[in-house]
């Protein structure tokens, strides 16, 4: 594996269909199984590591946000990473920087409590895009609305690059593997989460009703932000009259950590 951290277009070799997994490192088994994902589907994978400054709202996470360069690396060439990129932020924002429209989609659910932070990811996404020229990237559903908007972004400009979606990797206990996690200190707390989800898939009875006893099974300590069941094609809470595949999306604070996840619901 080759580690570089300038000038990314003069180490990318031409003619080879490259596939990028965009970090922000603090890796973890979810990260590396984005990797095994998306090797099929390319001759080169690169891998980039960059904590964006544009996507916290929040100066105080985004200085305790993880780095942990020396392990990602080992991570990431034992994964099978051939390039792992780690530029600074003058090479991915050289001058004056224009945001990203997140548009309307940008501004519910997880964009009501990080505003800007949409607009900040899908900026430093379309730069890692400019630079690399991937054919194919990839990214996890944990993160649905993320992918989502990444996905109206590449249409809206006409990007030739595919996105593909890897599922969400799960810890021991149920929860969503994030780098945030391991600031987590009331793990059992924290399992409420997918236990709502599953609570979601489970039950036959109306969404309303599915979703009022999910949120009952939250609680105290966990200060829950949004807990909903939308319609994943228009984003809008479905009704108790909807049929098909719904998405459970939730986000709740715990121990100063936020948490997100979600989860496809077949409401038959």
Not at 9 to 16: C, I, V
Not at 31 to 54: E, T, Y
Not at 108 to 119: D, I, M, Q
Request: proline share 6%.
């Amino acid at each position: 594996m080759k580690i570089i951290t300038d000038g990314i277009r003069k180490s990318l070799p031409s003619g080879e269909r490259i596939g990028l997994v965009p970090t922000m490192g603090a890796l973890h088994a979810g990260h590396l199984s984005l990797v095994d994902a998306i090797r099929p589907q390319c001759d080169v994978v690169v891998m980039s590591i960059f904590v964006n400054p544009l996507q916290f709202n929040n100066a105080a996470d985004l200085a305790k946000y993880p780095r942990t360069e020396d392990a990602d690396a080992a991570l990431a060439a034992g994964a099978g990473v051939d390039l792992l990129w780690i530029p600074e932020q003058t090479e991915i924002y050289p001058g004056e920087t224009k945001l990203e429209d997140a548009g309307w989609l940008g501004s519910v659910f997880e964009g009501v409590h990080r505003p800007g932070h949409f607009a900040g990811m899908l900026t430093v996404v379309r730069r890692l895009f400019q630079l690399v020229n991937p054919s194919v990237a990839i990214f996890g559903e944990k993160d649905f609305q993320q992918l989502a908007l990444i996905r109206q972004m590449v249409k809206a400009h006409s990007l030739p690059i595919e996105i593909l979606a890897g599922p969400t990797i799960r810890e021991s206990d149920g929860l969503a593997m994030a780098s945030r996690n391991r600031f987590v200190t009331q793990r059992e707390v924290a399992a409420r989460l997918p236990e709502a989800l599953r609570y979601l898939q489970g039950s036959s009875k109306p969404a309303s009703v599915r979703l009022t006893e999910a949120r009952n099974l939250l609680g105290a300590p966990l200060e829950v932000e949004y807990l909903e069941l939308i319609d994943p094609l228009t984003w809008a809470p479905i009704s108790d009259e909807f049929r098909g595949q719904a998405r459970a999306i939730l986000a709740a604070s715990l121990d100063g950590v936020r948490l997100i996840d979600n989860d496809l619901v077949e409401i038959r």
